[in-house]
């Protein structure tokens, strides 16, 4: 059965210090908890953080997790890291193909599909991105954009290898906009996909893949969106920048 997870996307923010201070928050907030909710916890700290985070959080029910990588194992690629020195500080899941990456820092299918390689054979776990910009949604062209996201940067992969992806379907439009796809949007794009997912592989590995949405999910909207049949959770950026608003989150489940 496929698992619910709420991922927080920290992006480029925090420095040690609040790096620090949010763990802890966070470590209380799940201590006190009166029930243990249904989905997993992850954070995807900055680069910098990870080994601290990932120290700090290593006894915890919270993964850490990176936001992106390089497919290449090691060698010059000034300023980049690799799959290897994320296993090394014990960090075995990783964000790839989130919006901002692919639109600021030109990463397309084919760079991606890459980077799901690499990642996969080093044995990490993947939360894939993909999303169409408002524009795609206009033109009623949306469908198509995420089936080519999914397509060309996945439908490679063996069966087996999808017990390690995890989906996060992020209308661009909806990123840091305070907008969000409606609850319906959201559950029709996400059927879409694991019909998608069936039709290549069967029922066996999309009934049993996560599909996380993402885009502007708050305390305030977060039961109706995951409560969803087919949304198994969420990436949140700007809200889980607070460790109160963040366990609301994980809590709607
Ligand atoms: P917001 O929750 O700030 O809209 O960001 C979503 C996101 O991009 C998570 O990866």
Same mark, same amino acid.
């Given at each position: ?5 709420? +991922? ?44 601290? +985070? ?200």
């Amino acid at each position: 059965m496929r698992k619910n997870i709420v +991922a927080g996307n920290w992006k480029m923010n925090n420095d040690l210090a609040a790096t620090k201070t949010l763990i802890s928050e966070l470590e209380s907030q799940v201590k006190t908890r009166p029930d243990v909710s249904g989905a997993e916890m992850m954070i995807a700290p900055t680069f910098t953080n990870l080994m601290e +985070a990932s120290k700090l959080l290593k006894e915890s029910d919270i993964e850490v997790i990176a936001q992106n990588m390089h497919f290449a194992e090691n060698g010059a690629y000034t300023g980049e890291i690799s799959a290897g020195m994320l296993k090394s500080i014990g960090v075995s899941t990783v964000i790839l193909g989130h919006s901002e990456r692919r639109e600021y820092f030109n990463e397309d299918d084919a760079i991606l599909k890459q980077k799901v390689d690499a990642a996969l054979e080093n044995n990490m776990r993947i939360v894939f991105c993909f999303g169409e910009k408002l524009e795609d949604r206009n033109s009623e062209n949306h469908f198509n954009v995420v089936e080519g996201q999914i397509k060309n940067a996945l439908f490679h992969l063996e069966a087996e290898s999808w017990k390690s992806i995890v989906l996060a379907y992020e209308p661009v439009w909806a990123i840091g906009t305070g907008e969000t796809a409606s609850p319906e949007q959201a559950q029709e794009m996400h059927a879409f996909i694991r019909n998608l997912v069936a039709s290549k592989y069967g029922e066996s590995v999309s009934e049993n893949v996560s599909i996380l949405y993402g885009g502007s999910v708050k305390p305030a909207n977060a039961k109706e969106i995951f409560s969803n049949p087919d949304v198994d959770g969420g990436l949140i950026g700007g809200a889980a920048l607070d460790a109160e608003s963040f366990m609301a989150i994980v809590n709607a489940f």
